[in-house]
Structure formats: structure tokens, C-alpha cells
């Protein structure tokens, strides 16, 4: 493909995949004039989807007895960040999309990581580590709102039974309790969205990364940027095909047991918070055939962060002795955490 410069027009052209890139650079920025690719099918196998590009240049003026030298740049070799930045203008060749300022910073990080210990699989787990370890205090304020919303029920009860035969008002007084107790009925999402912009980049990262290209963690996880198959079955089955994937099934599994320890966040007729319970009801079942055929890579970080997020809600209950409910600032409600 060209690369087009707006000021000065067609600065290369070549052609990328995944991991790679042949690029043709011309010493001058205006020297491009067209490029033309062409498909064809090789007769070696191996290269049985092949092309041609076409470069043609601007017209050339010599003089007479007069000589014109132009230099070419060639470049074959990995999209990888520190091999591109020594080639002027083909650090544009790591695009990530919208996650591509997060994904370098991803990289470094796990570069970092990968530095104390040369295993990338170690690096990711490292990454969650750190990922949870910032968003912990979120965790924790959320699962506090959340304790206290179960907390809330009788008194959310009361309300529903004085101002039965008016919704708007049984509404505002219960949005003024939440909002003297400090609660928010959709806090639970927070930690979960907050990761979202992570997990995105860290899917690009893994999906395009030359670092992550046949990299080995343990055992059957003999490549991050790929699924991990433990084995294949003679069969295929809907929507997961014919491989056997350790680590979806284990974050299915752990993501159960999540939903089971967290606090059940339920206000009344609360919509929003009905939405955010299904929503908590169903990822177990969901995630697991979403990310089946995702890179192992970001099945581990997803799988590690909800294992961590299992042992933060353990912490959280033994570190929270009771829960007091004040309401028009009086303690109407107090017990234990469940």
C-alpha cells in the first residue's frame, strides 16, 4: 500500500501484514508519483496468494552529460517499535486504532516486565497485577456501595409501601437515601468499565504485537498471540469448533464464583440496577464464548485479573466488621456484611 503524506504526497509505498512489512522508500518525499498493486496466484504453494507493486516515478530532467543520483531505502524485516523508529517515517506502521496511544504504553510495560523476566506470559500476569492494584481503592469504595445497597432493602421496602400509589415521589425519596448513604446503584460496573479501555488495547497489543508472534508461557501455552489449545477433537462443536481451550473454561469457572460472592446490588425498581444485575448474571456464560478463540494472552489477563478480583472480595468481607445504615441522619440499620 502507499503511504501518502498530504504536504508532499506519496512518501513509500510496500506492503504489511500482521507482524511484517516491505516497504520501498524513494530519498525524496515528491520523487512518488503513482503505485500500482496487482494480485496473482503463485505456482509455489507456499506463495500461492502473491503480488506486484508498481512504483512510477515523476519525470526526471538531466541535463546533457549531466548525471541525477537518487537513493532507494529498502526496508523487510517486523512492525516491531524499536526496529521501525531507526527507519524515518515507519513508526506509522504500528497502528493500533483508537487503543493505539494505550497499546505503546502497554508494550513499554510489558517490555519492562519482560526485561526482569524474559517470559511474556510472566509480563501479563505482572500487568494485571499492577492494573488491579491501581483500581483496587475503586473496588473497594464499590463493593462498600454495594454492601450497603443490601443493607438498604427494608428500608427501600418501607418506602415502596408509604408511597405505593406514587412512583415519582417513592423515587426521589429513594434516590435522596442513596444519596445520603453514598451509594450509587451502577458503582458495581465501575471497576469492570474502567477496564474495558485495557482489555480493548491489550487485545490489539496481543492481536498485532511482534513481541507476542510465538511466544511460549507454559506448558500447552506454546504461543500468547494464539488460542491455547490443549487438544483437538474429532468433532466440532457450535460456536467453539473442534479445539479444547484451557483458560476460557477456567475464567467461566472463576467468573461464577464471582458473581456469587459479589453483594447483590438490587434497589427496588430500579432499572439501571436490574440491567447491571442481568448483566453480572450473564458474563459468566457470555465471556467465555466470546474470548474462546481469542489470543491466550488476553484469556490469561482476563482470567488472572477475575481470579484477583475473587480474592479482593474475600479481603473486602473480612476487612468489614459491620455496616451501619443512617438515614435523615439518624442509624436505622446495622449489621454484618454478608
Known amino acids: 500500500f502507499p503511504y501518502k503524506n498530504e504536504s508532499v504526497g506519496i512518501s513509500w509505498a510496500g506492503a504489511v501484514n500482521k507482524y511484517f512489512a516491505s516497504i520501498l522508500k524513494f530519498s525524496s518525499n515528491d520523487g512518488i508519483s503513482t503505485i500500482v498493486s496487482e494480485s496473482f496466484e503463485n505456482s509455489d504453494p507456499f506463495y500461492k496468494n502473491d503480488f506486484i507493486v508498481s512504483i512510477q516515478t515523476n519525470r526526471i530532467e538531466i541535463p546533457p552529460q549531466g548525471v541525477r543520483r537518487h537513493n532507494w531505502f529498502f526496508f523487510l524485516g517486523p512492525k516491531k517499535e524499536d526496529v521501525l523508529r531507526?527507519?524515518?517515517?515507519l513508526?506509522?506502521?504500528?497502528?493500533y486504532g483508537w487503543t493505539t496511544v494505550i497499546c505503546k504504553v502497554l508494550v513499554k510495560i510489558l517490555n519492562t516486565f519482560y526485561s526482569l523476566i524474559p517470559n511474556y506470559g510472566i509480563a501479563i500476569l505482572l500487568l494485571t497485577i499492577l492494573v488491579k492494584l491501581i483500581l483496587f481503592p475503586l473496588t473497594r469504595k464499590s463493593q462498600m456501595s454495594m454492601f450497603k445497597m443490601q443493607r438498604l432493602q427494608p428500608l427501600i421496602g418501607q418506602l415502596k409501601e408509604k408511597y405505593k400509589g406514587d412512583k415519582?415521589?417513592?423515587?426521589?425519596?429513594?434516590m435522596k437515601l442513596f444519596k445520603e448513604q453514598g451509594v450509587n446503584p451502577m458503582s458495581g460496573c465501575l471497576p469492570i468499565v474502567l477496564q474495558m479501555p485495557v482489555f480493548f488495547a491489550l487485545f490489539?497489543?496481543?492481536?498485532?504485537?511482534f513481541e507476542m508472534r510465538q511466544t511460549p508461557f507454559v506448558a500447552?501455552?506454546?504461543d500468547l498471540s494464539m488460542p491455547d489449545t490443549l487438544f483437538q477433537l474429532s468433532f466440532s462443536m457450535p460456536f467453539l469448533g473442534d479445539a479444547i481451550n484451557v483458560l476460557p473454561i477456567i475464567m467461566g469457572i472463576a467468573s461464577f464464583v464471582q458473581m456469587k460472592l459479589t453483594p447483590k446490588n438490587t434497589s427496588g425498581d430500579d432499572p439501571?440496577?436490574?440491567m447491571q444485575q442481568k448483566m453480572m448474571q450473564l458474563m459468566p456464560v457470555i465471556f467465555p464464548f466470546i474470548l474462546y478463540k481469542f489470543p491466550s494472552g488476553l484469556t490469561l489477563y482476563w482470567t488472572t485479573s477475575t481470579l484477583i478480583s475473587i480474592c479482593e472480595q474475600l479481603l473486602i468481607r473480612r476487612s468489614i466488621k459491620k455496616v451501619d445504615v443512617?438515614?435523615?441522619?439518624k442509624r436505622v440499620l446495622s449489621g454484618k456484611a454478608k
Do not use: F
Open 86 to 89: 531507526q527507519c524515518e517515517g
Open 272 to 274: 439501571q440496577a436490574k
Open 91 to 95: 513508526s506509522v506502521l504500528l497502528d
Open 326 to 329: 443512617y438515614y435523615k441522619g
Open 168 to 174: 415519582q415521589r417513592m423515587g426521589q425519596e429513594q
Open 220 to 222: 500447552w501455552i506454546d
Open 204 to 209: 490489539r497489543t496481543l492481536q498485532l504485537s
